[in-house]
């Protein structure tokens, strides 16, 4: 019977708990300092650099180890 009350009173502070949250939120959220957009675009296109070389660093490494490990199984195949 007490596990029901507990739920019940759960139950019925959810709404004031969510509205609560989201002020909080809201509040928390003016008090953020946002970069400036040339910033922003300035970050994402090291970011977008940087994912693009490294996959092509990982391509050569693993076209090198590829061919490596191939010539390995040729060698103990024959």
């Not at 019977?1 to 509205?19: F, G, H, I, V, Y």
């Not at 949250?21 to 946002?34: A, C, I, N, Q």
């Not at 300035?42 to 180890?65: G, H, N």
């Amino acid at each position: 019977m007490a596990e029901e009350t507990s739920l019940t009173t759960r139950m019925a502070a959810w709404p004031a708990e969510t509205k609560n949250y989201f002020e909080e939120l809201h509040l928390e959220m003016k008090r953020v300092t946002w970069p400036p957009w040339k910033q922003v675009r300035s970050t994402t296109a090291v970011v977008i650099v940087a994912v693009f070389a490294f996959a092509a660093y990982f391509e050569v490494v693993d076209s090198i180890f590829g061919r490596l490990i191939q010539k390995i199984f040729d060698t103990f195949t024959k």
